[in-house]
């Protein structure tokens, strides 16, 4: 409807117009010509309107003009003016219908205002209740702040009551002596649990007091009469009580282990006099000291003249030294030496008392030793003592105890572990500088007949050192070292003196080579195979078995050993010429090897096996005899292989070299 009507004023504008344009062109200038057909319409042009605004006039007509049902008229060419009539009866019609629908309405939209009147009535009131609301809750919301300020102090004065309550709860429970705990210290026994149970809480109040008194708390004078009077009462049944089992320790034939335990379960009776009254604490500790004190004497010394029974009636002496001669000669009046002086030089079994399982074994009962015929080795008086291995052992189980003790924490037996240890190491030195000594002064010449088996010195060093090497490879010590390392050179000095004493070097060589054998065997039992001694010995031994095979193989072969020499030496310098007036000799050193070899080598095994006491040994040093002769025939050939030598007709006559290994290898001992 509004374009409608937008379509009608802007179809009475351009009628409007256009009748004016009509109108000029007929009358011309004075607008009265006789081509003016009907006159012009203004009745229904409302000036006074204000929706007629000349100013705007243009403006609206260019925008009615953009409506697309305008631009259609437009274009279809539709007269204006019978649109525009056609338009505004239509608009006639419908505001017609629209009035008619009104009145038809009119109860309805009464009814409607009605409701309305009435609905702008209830929101009315609605908005007074609701403004009623907002002011009450205004006061509420101040009421309940009021009331939570009031709820927070009232939290605060409710724990800082409690607080009191507690503190004061505390000291008034610390400071209060109950019926209960008086009855129990005044008539129990001390025996009783009920009284070690209160004597407890009564040196809890104790502390208590003690400490408000310090804060200057004035309630303490209420009860410090009461508690003085029941910590007297209790310090003096205890007393009596512990003195009283003290002293039941002293009666004859008493297990003191019993009443120990007994007193063991009261150990806070100790602790009670400890803080309440040290003097009386100090009366029963020195009490129980002097008593166990004496019996633990009495039980010492008892077991100790028991132990002196056990010792060994053979005790080495300062004739018992490993340089000393088995044949030497003793007065009329001297005391027998020891039956077997080497078993001072052994270890034995011994080595067995510093193991863990006998560290901790069960000490040693002297009746049941006696009664069984024991015998246990004790080193009582270091000062006649002159068994190093014994004080060593005694060393190395002070050291294990001591280090036992560390694991437990007893720090208490330190400075008697020092002690002990300061009388022990200066005697073993002094022992084993002595025996150094006597290997050093030792005369080869009074030791009588000479043989070339091991000698008995040396078989006391091997077992000596071995001892030593083995105890002390756990708990190592350098000064032990040192001197083992000063006996094993006075030892290997004296092999070589009495190693010349023999006339042939062949005699020498052997005598040595079962000393340095019989050495390193012992040693390799017991000592690693990383140690400096068994690593010396083997040193010697290799280089005295090389030269002892050299000597075996010089009487047999000792001709083709020289001539291999000189000629190796001649073709090095290149000077192998001068080899071709060596025929005659080369044929006399084949032609003697192969009537002789078998022989020679039979009679080098059975020489060897007769020297030497290790039969392993011997074979070995037969093994590396035959060795040695393979290789130096092998270098025989390479020579005849020159050819200055290459036609020397006795070539034919040379034994083949696989045909001599397989012979030999038939000569090998096996054992």
């Given at each position: 409807?509004a374009?409608?009507?937008?379509?009608a004023a802007?179809?009475?504008?351009?009628?409007?117009?256009?009748?004016?344009?009509d109108?000029?062109?007929?009358?011309?200038p004075?607008g009265?010509g006789?081509?003016?057909?009907?006159?012009?319409?203004l009745?229904?042009?409302?000036i006074?309107?204000?929706?007629?605004?000349l100013?705007?006039?243009?403006v609206h007509?260019?925008a009615?003009?953009?409506?697309?049902?305008?631009?259609?008229?437009l274009k279809?060419g539709?007269?204006?003016?019978h649109?525009?009539?056609?338009?505004?009866?239509?608009l006639?019609?419908?505001e017609?219908?629209?009035?008619?629908?009104y009145?038809?309405?009119?109860?309805?939209?009464?009814?409607?205002?009605?409701?309305?009147?009435?609905?702008?009535?209830v929101l009315?009131?609605m908005?007074q209740m609701?403004?009623a609301?907002?002011?009450?809750?205004?006061?509420?919301?101040?009421?309940?702040?009021?009331?939570?300020?009031?709820?927070?102090?009232m939290?605060?004065?409710?724990?800082?009551r409690q607080?009191?309550?507690?503190?004061?709860?505390?000291?008034?429970?610390?400071?209060?002596?109950?019926?209960?705990?008086?009855?129990?210290?005044l008539e129990?026994?001390?025996?009783?649990p009920?009284f070690?149970?209160?004597?407890?809480e009564?040196?809890a109040?104790?502390?208590?007091?003690?400490?408000?008194?310090?804060?200057g708390?004035?309630?303490?004078?209420?009860v410090?009469g009461?508690?003085?009077?029941l910590?007297?009462?209790?310090?003096?049944k205890?007393?009596?009580?512990?003195?009283?089992k003290?002293?039941?320790?002293?009666?004859?034939?008493t297990?003191y282990q019993?009443?120990?335990t007994?007193?063991l379960?009261y150990?806070?009776?100790?602790?009670f006099?400890?803080?309440?009254?040290?003097?009386?604490?100090?009366?029963?500790?020195?009490?129980?000291?002097?008593?166990l004190?004496?019996i633990?004497?009495?039980?010492?010394?008892?077991?100790?003249?028991?132990l002196?029974?056990?010792?060994y009636?053979?005790v080495?002496?300062?004739?018992d030294l490993?340089?000393?001669?088995?044949?030497?000669?003793k007065?009329?009046?001297s005391?027998?030496?020891?039956?077997s002086?080497?078993?001072i030089?052994?270890?034995?079994?011994?080595?067995?008392?510093i193991s863990?399982?006998?560290?901790?074994?069960?000490?040693?009962?002297?009746?049941?030793?006696q009664?069984?015929e024991?015998?246990?080795?004790?080193?009582s008086?270091?000062?006649?003592?002159?068994?190093?291995?014994?004080?060593?052992?005694?060393?190395?189980?002070?050291l294990?105890?001591?280090?036992i003790?560390a694991?437990?924490?007893?720090?208490a037996?330190?400075?008697?572990w020092?002690?002990?240890?300061?009388?022990?190491?200066?005697?073993?030195?002094l022992?084993?500088?002595?025996n150094?000594?006597s290997?050093?002064?030792?005369?080869?010449?009074?030791?009588?007949g000479?043989d070339?088996r091991?000698?008995y010195?040396t078989?006391?060093?091997?077992?000596?050192?071995?001892?030593?090497v083995?105890i002390?490879?756990t708990?190592?010590n350098?000064?032990?070292?040192?001197?083992?390392?000063?006996?094993?050179v006075?030892?290997?000095?004296f092999?070589l003196?009495?190693?010349?004493?023999?006339?042939?070097?062949k005699e020498?060589?052997?005598?040595?080579?079962?000393?340095?054998?019989?050495?390193?065997?012992?040693l390799?039992?017991?000592?690693?195979?990383?140690?400096?001694?068994?690593?010396?010995f083997?040193?010697?031994?290799?280089?005295?078995?090389?030269?002892?095979?050299?000597?075996?193989l010089s009487?047999p072969f000792?001709?083709l050993?020289?001539f291999?020499?000189?000629a190796?030496?001649?073709?090095?310098?290149?000077?192998?010429?001068?080899?071709?007036?060596?025929?005659?000799?080369?044929?006399?050193?084949i032609r003697?090897f192969?009537?002789?070899w078998?022989?020679?080598?039979?009679?080098?095994s059975?020489?060897?096996?007769?020297?030497?006491t290790?039969?392993?040994n011997?074979?070995?040093?037969?093994?590396?005899?035959?060795?040695q002769l393979?290789?130096?025939?092998?270098r025989f050939?390479?020579?005849l292989?020159?050819?200055?030598?290459?036609a020397?007709?006795?070539?034919?006559?040379?034994?083949?070299?696989?045909?001599l290994?397989?012979e030999?290898?038939?000569h090998?001992?096996?054992?």
């Open positions: 409807m374009a409608a009507a937008t379509m802007a179809a009475r504008e351009l009628m409007l117009r256009a009748g004016a344009s109108m000029e062109e007929e009358e011309g004075l009265g006789p081509g003016l057909q009907e006159p012009l319409q009745g229904e042009l409302d006074s309107s204000d929706e007629f605004i100013d705007e006039v243009d007509i260019q009615n003009l953009e409506d697309e049902l305008v631009k259609e008229a279809t539709v007269d204006l003016r649109y525009s009539k056609q338009v505004e009866l239509e006639q019609q419908i017609q219908k629209s009035i008619r629908d009145i038809q309405e009119s109860e309805n939209i009464a009814s409607l205002h009605n409701q309305i009147t009435a609905c702008d009535a009315e009131r908005e609701l403004g609301f907002q002011s009450d809750l205004s006061s509420i919301s101040s009421e309940i702040r009021t009331l939570q300020e009031q709820s927070g102090a939290n605060i004065r409710l724990r800082n607080a009191v309550r507690g503190k004061l709860g505390e000291l008034v429970d610390g400071l209060i002596v109950p019926s209960a705990l008086i009855t129990a210290i129990a026994p001390v025996t009783e009920r070690l149970e209160q004597l407890q009564l040196d109040k104790a502390a208590a007091v003690r400490e408000q008194e310090a804060r708390t004035a309630a303490c004078a209420d410090r009461i508690l003085d009077r910590r007297v009462k209790a310090v003096t205890i007393r009596e009580f512990i003195l009283q003290i002293y039941s320790f002293r009666k004859p034939m297990n019993i009443p120990q007994a007193l379960k150990r806070f009776f100790y602790q006099l400890l803080g309440n009254e040290r003097a009386t604490a100090k009366e029963i500790r020195d009490e129980y000291v002097e008593t004190s004496k633990y004497l009495s039980y010492y010394r008892s077991y100790l003249g028991r002196m029974k056990v010792q009636e053979e080495a002496e300062k004739d490993m340089g000393v001669e088995d044949t030497a000669k007065g009329f009046f005391k027998p030496s020891l039956r002086r080497n078993t030089f052994t270890l034995g079994t011994r080595g067995s008392v863990p399982t006998e560290l901790e074994a069960p000490i040693l009962v002297p009746h049941t030793a009664r069984g024991q015998r246990k080795h004790l080193e008086y270091l000062t006649d003592c002159y068994d190093a291995i014994a004080v060593f052992l005694c060393i190395h189980i002070v294990r105890f001591r280090n003790a694991k437990r924490d007893v720090p037996l330190d400075r008697y020092e002690q002990v240890l300061a009388l022990l190491w200066p005697r073993f030195e022992i084993l500088e002595m150094v000594q290997v050093r002064s030792t005369d080869p010449q009074r030791l009588g000479l070339t091991p000698h010195i078989r006391r060093y091997a077992e000596f050192s071995s001892a030593l083995s002390n490879q708990i190592p350098e000064r032990t070292m040192q001197l083992l390392g000063q006996l094993q006075e030892v290997e000095n092999v003196r009495v190693a010349a004493e023999f006339s042939s070097r020498q060589l052997v005598f040595l080579i079962n000393n340095y054998d019989m050495m390193l065997g012992v390799m039992e017991r000592a690693a195979d990383d140690s400096k001694e068994v690593e010396s083997q040193q010697l031994l290799n280089a005295r078995t090389q030269e002892f095979i050299e000597e075996l009487p000792g001709g050993v020289a291999v020499k000189e190796e030496a001649l073709i090095e310098r290149g000077q192998a010429e001068r080899l071709r007036g060596e025929e005659a000799r080369v044929t006399q050193l003697g192969g009537s002789s078998k022989s020679s080598v039979e009679s080098l059975q020489d060897v096996m007769r020297s030497f290790n039969f392993r011997g074979t070995s040093i037969i093994q590396g005899a035959l060795t393979i290789q130096l025939y092998h050939h390479r020579v292989s020159q050819p200055q030598l290459r020397l007709p006795a070539r034919a006559e040379l034994i083949n070299i696989h045909h290994m397989v030999l290898k038939k090998k001992p096996n054992f």
